[in-house]
């Protein structure tokens, strides 16, 4: 595997994680808190959750590469 797919699988992890995270807590300020703390702490995991089953396997090889 290349170093080019793996900071690919990271940046693509890191723009999710911004991108969606980011955006509930827009939503949030935007609809006068319908979303609360804890949805933009569930999206912000849910993200995560689903980063580390989509690209998990090619970005963790940056941390365990010696």
Same mark, same amino acid.
């Given at each position: 595997m290349s @170093?080019?797919?793996?900071y690919i699988a990271e940046f693509i992890g /890191? &723009? @999710?994680l911004v991108f @969606?995270? /980011?955006? @509930?807590i827009i $939503?949030?300020?935007v609809s006068g808190g319908v979303v609360t703390n804890v949805g933009v702490g569930l999206? &912000? *995991?849910m993200i995560i959750l /689903?980063? $580390?089953?989509a690209v *998990?396997?090619?970005s963790e090889? $940056?941390?365990t590469r010696r």
């Open positions: @170093a080019c797919q793996k /890191t &723009f @999710a @969606a995270g /980011t955006g @509930a $939503i949030n300020d999206t &912000f *995991g /689903t980063m $580390i089953y *998990g396997d090619v090889r $940056i941390s």
